[in-house]
């Protein structure tokens, strides 16, 4: 059971490139999210989506667009990267756990380097 | 937004040592979860916790939810160095929406040798 898995795990752009984070979950989760993790700023919600068809903005979705392809896939997407956008990012899926509460799972990451 | 206070930011201690770490909320919460996370992974989640009171064990590991529902503590007893990371907590305000968790901003474990 993979759980979440992301690609790529490094990337390094130039200032104005695009590229796509990809993010897949096999857990029939029906919520996903976007995070970005920085020294001493903790984990943000780039984007989430609570199910398949939805997606809504977190806290700092500036720069950023989401995909929610089907169930399984959630993609976040840079269309001309900045250098503020150099981060870790990890993608999320979510249950409610046996009708008890939720528990969230994380993917390995993505390292991202904009120069 | 909630604010999510966890200290310590970092601890040093010895093998073998206990350790305790927690986090504050300035909202009621009515979910509690605990991650540790390594160098170059994504956090794992070690506990959850869903009702306050509730005193859950993974092993060498407990964690309780505050009675005041504003509050959550970590205990780590007889530390190894394989428990060495960041440890999160990271909690759901009482009527928030699907917009995800809070998350405090980590505890680092450092064990010396």
């Known amino acids: 059971n993979a759980g979440v898995t992301q690609t790529p795990k490094f990337q390094v752009l130039k200032t104005g490139q695009s590229m796509t984070l990809q993010c897949a979950q096999d857990?029939?989760?029906?919520?996903m999210y976007w995070y970005r993790q920085d020294p001493g700023m903790g984990l943000r919600l780039i984007y989430y989506?609570?199910?398949?068809?939805?997606?809504d903005k977190g806290e700092v979705p500036n720069g950023y667009n989401v995909s929610r392809l089907n169930k399984r896939e959630f993609s976040l997407r840079l269309e001309s990267a900045a250098p503020s956008q150099t981060s870790v990012y990890f993608c999320?899926?979510?249950?409610?756990?046996?009708?008890?509460?939720?528990?969230?799972?994380f993917g390995s990451g993505t390292q991202l380097s904009v120069l | 937004g909630q604010q999510l206070n966890q200290s310590p930011q970092s601890m040093f201690i010895q093998e073998g040592e206990d350790v305790s770490m927690n986090c504050t909320s300035s909202s009621i919460f009515n979910t509690w979860l605990w991650y540790k996370q390594e160098p170059g992974e994504g956090p794992v989640l070690l506990i959850a916790?869903?009702?306050?009171?509730e005193l859950t064990s993974n092993g060498r590991l407990t964690a309780q939810f505050g009675i005041t529902r504003k509050d959550s503590f970590l205990n780590i007893s007889a530390s190894i160095p394989s428990d060495v990371g960041i440890y999160f907590c990271a909690g759901r305000a009482a009527g928030g929406g699907a917009d995800g968790l809070t998350f405090g901003k980590g505890t680092h474990l450092i064990i010396q040798p």
């Open positions: 999320a899926s979510s249950e409610i756990w046996r009708g008890i509460g939720e528990k969230l799972f």
């Open positions: 857990m029939n989760h029906n919520s």
């Open positions: 989506s609570a199910s398949e068809g939805t997606t």
């Open positions: 916790l869903y009702k306050a009171g």
